[in-house]
């Protein structure tokens, strides 16, 4: 089993549609949470970047974490075409190595 | 501003060949990182770097792995002997210190014939 679990989709939504994203995982000393975004052929573009537990709002993207059930979130509001991209978490420990661990992404895309 | 920059973006060689990819990274950024993408595996962690320390090298999948950090800013990734499972997508990434956010290239996309 993956420390962290993401659904790949593809997920595909109306433009203006709300998006939820998710991802679980399985080690419970992680304690930095982030959401990326990746266009194809391109780098991962940091969207959200939160420690602990609570909730994060930036735009239209707010991020969730529950690190009681152990699952994190993203919520996309009014959709736009340009979403259409591949959402990662990552997450990590305090201290230590200071590498990330990714969920595997899941394919969005936002229709006309 | 600049970003992180990698070259090649694309390395296309034949099975056996060293190669070396090159990471920039942001101008300040103290840590620096590397990963690599590929459909089986999504992305994985293979090194990190604190000056040119590199006191997490724990993602090295073998001894054909090896990078080295110069002034504290570029970083090299060579291969050496490619395999065809070394096909994939090496991204580097940065930061400005412990604990804070990492910002990505866009990567070096490594094809072995």
């Known amino acids: 089993q993956k420390e962290v679990e993401q659904d790949p989709g593809p997920l595909s939504v109306p433009e203006g549609a709300i998006v939820s994203l998710n991802c679980t995982y399985s080690n419970s000393a992680f304690q930095y949470f982030m959401w990326y975004r990746q266009y194809s052929r391109k780098g991962p573009e940091l969207l959200m970047y939160?420690?602990?537990?609570g909730n994060k709002e930036d735009g239209r993207f707010t991020a969730q974490v529950d690190k009681s059930s152990k699952y994190i979130s993203l919520f996309i509001r009014d959709s736009q075409p340009s979403d259409s991209a591949t959402y990662l978490c990552a997450m990590k420990l305090t201290g230590g190595g200071n590498k990330l661990t990714f969920g595997t992404g899941t394919q969005l895309k936002v229709e006309l | 501003g600049a970003g992180v920059s990698q070259s090649p973006s694309n390395k296309v060689t034949e099975k056996g060949k060293d190669v070396e990819l090159r990471c920039d990274p942001i101008s300040g950024h103290t840590a620096l990182y590397w990963y690599r993408q590929s459909l089986g595996q999504g992305l994985e962690f293979l090194i990190y770097f604190q000056g040119n320390s590199a006191p997490d090298k724990s993602g090295l999948p073998s001894d054909r792995f090896s990078a080295e950090r110069t002034g504290g800013s570029v970083s090299t990734l060579t291969i050496q002997r490619t395999q065809q499972e070394d096909s994939a997508v090496y991204l580097c990434?940065?930061?400005?210190?412990?604990?804070?956010?990492?910002?990505f290239g866009d990567g070096t996309r490594l094809s072995i014939l």
């Open positions: 990434a940065s930061s400005s210190g412990t604990n804070q956010p990492q910002h």
């Open positions: 939160t420690y602990s537990s």
